[in-house]
């Protein structure tokens, strides 16, 4: 998916994806080439490697917004290539991610899911027993091993599920050719005993997705927007 430039409005100071605001031209704080590598950076620190910059992690996922920046700048093993990375672009690409990877509070930023289990993040998310359906995206040479083993998270915390095929679709299109999305009974899951999380407004998490649960297959190649 291609991002859209961040602007900030010189009126109100809202970030926003369009460069007129409040009846004006709006300030352009991160294009889109720029706002694809530090939220990619940012996913990588925050959900596998703190440690790769220096940054400390608490248990529940949050590191300070400054010491990311000084981290960044001072120890990743790019830093030349982010030297303009400022606080405000940071809390700007967070407050507008699409997906709501990461979440803001106070001076702290934490990725709201996709930790590595190494890290022992621990997370208290809001269960959710609405979902009937839910999907997730691989690709077809993993078909027969998901088909008999069901969806495990292999080295993360959570199997990741969305309420969107389109973004099913959209992840498994990283992971090789041949994607193909999941469909999901949520109901199911709830029988089998397994609680099913809200990561985000689209995200869910679980511990486990068995066999059993797995209800369709759908291919991307197939589906229309």
Not at 24 to 44: E, G, M, N, V, Y
Not at 69 to 86: A, L, S
Not at 121 to 149: F, P
Request: with cysteine; proline share 3%; glycine share 4%.
């Amino acid at each position: 998916m291609v991002s859209n430039d961040i602007y900030k409005c010189s009126i109100c100071g809202k970030y926003v994806e369009k460069p007129v605001h409040c009846g004006r031209k709006a300030l352009l704080l991160l294009d889109s080439r720029r706002r694809t590598r530090l939220s990619k950076l940012l996913s990588f620190v925050l959900r596998h490697s703190p440690e790769s910059i220096r940054v400390k992690m608490d248990s529940e996922g949050w590191v300070s917004i400054d010491e990311l920046v000084f981290g960044i700048k001072n120890y990743w093993y790019r830093k030349e290539n982010y030297q303009w990375i400022t606080r405000e672009h940071i809390v700007a690409l967070a407050i507008l991610d699409p997906k709501g990877r990461f979440e803001i509070k106070d001076s702290k930023i934490r990725a709201r899911y996709g930790h590595n289990i190494m890290l022992n993040v621990n997370i208290k998310y809001a269960e959710d027993v609405n979902a009937k359906i839910l999907y997730h995206g691989t690709v077809y040479k993993d078909l027969k091993r998901i088909l008999m083993e069901g969806i495990k998270p292999m080295r993360r915390k959570y199997v990741h599920l969305t309420l969107k095929v389109e973004d099913a679709c959209e992840v498994a299109k990283r992971h090789g050719l041949n994607a193909v999305v999941l469909v999901v009974d949520a109901e199911c899951l709830r029988r089998k005993g397994f609680r099913i999380y809200i990561a985000s407004d689209s995200i869910r998490v679980a511990k486990y997705v068995p066999p059993e649960c797995l209800k369709n297959i759908i291919e991307c190649s197939s589906f229309r927007k």
